[in-house]
């Protein structure tokens, strides 16, 4: 299925699954609104709440999403001499797609690890760095059990680089999200783990998933 995320060009891809016949949830992939400005953040603020209402009968999902929303407050200055020039001021942003969503879904790196990571974008611009967290691996129900993820480059890692993100070793401004779910079932007296594992596609994209060495060293499991 599509959803339509609004009145914007920003689409939703929704799939059905059912894993080994037995256990039913909904992947869902989608991409909100690019813009740091609290204008950007207004407009993903209405694109989630669509989701959201999208998402409603839906018992279990699994959400991968560039949402472009940092789940921190955020400092915006004006972009260049011109911006500076014409009168734009600068700010501190605050999130409301990350709250918002947070109610209703699970993070499954804030799960794992307690807090979100600290970015999974870090552009390299010739003024500007931009370095945030936009993007989640969310859940929905009780199917899925967060296990393990696979962690983000140290900023060091990052910062070996002029350009930053892209580079080199790495050809987008963002890093990869891993996440290891146990499929989880419901049994007389609370929730069960059936022992079973399952792993988004992009899981062994490297051997195992957890030895991605875009900058010669290794990452590590939590």
């Known amino acids: 299925e599509t959803w339509r995320l609004g009145q914007s060009v920003h689409v939703a891809l929704a799939q059905p699954l059912c894993l080994d016949g037995r256990w039913h949830l909904t992947a869902v992939c989608t991409h909100l609104k690019a813009g740091l400005a609290a204008e ?4 993903r603020l209405q694109q989630a709440q669509v989701l959201l209402q999208r998402l409603e009968g839906r018992q279990d999902a699994v959400v991968l999403a560039d949402l472009n929303a940092h789940c921190r407050p955020w400092r915006v200055e004006p972009e260049g001499p ?6 734009a001021s600068s700010g501190t942003v605050e999130p409301q797609v990350h709250p918002l969503l947070s109610g209703s879904l699970q993070s499954a790196y804030q799960a794992v690890l307690g807090d979100e990571p600290a970015f999974t974008c870090w552009g390299g611009w010739v003024d500007r760095e931009v370095r945030l967290v936009c993007d989640y691996i969310l859940t929905k129900g009780c199917l899925l059990e967060p296990r393990r993820i696979l962690q983000v480059p140290s900023a060091d890692d990052v910062l070996a680089y002029a350009e930053r993100l892209p580079n080199a070793e790495h050809p987008t401004d963002h890093v990869p999200l891993v996440a290891d779910f146990a499929i989880a079932q419901h049994e007389e007296g609370g929730l069960q783990s059936a022992g079973a594992y399952w792993q988004p596609a992009g899981a062994h994209w490297q051997p195992a998933g957890a030895h991605w060495r875009p900058w010669k060293r290794q990452r590590q499991w939590w």
């Open 40 to 43: 950007a953040e207004a407009a």
């Open 82 to 87: 011109a911006a500076a020039a014409a009168g």
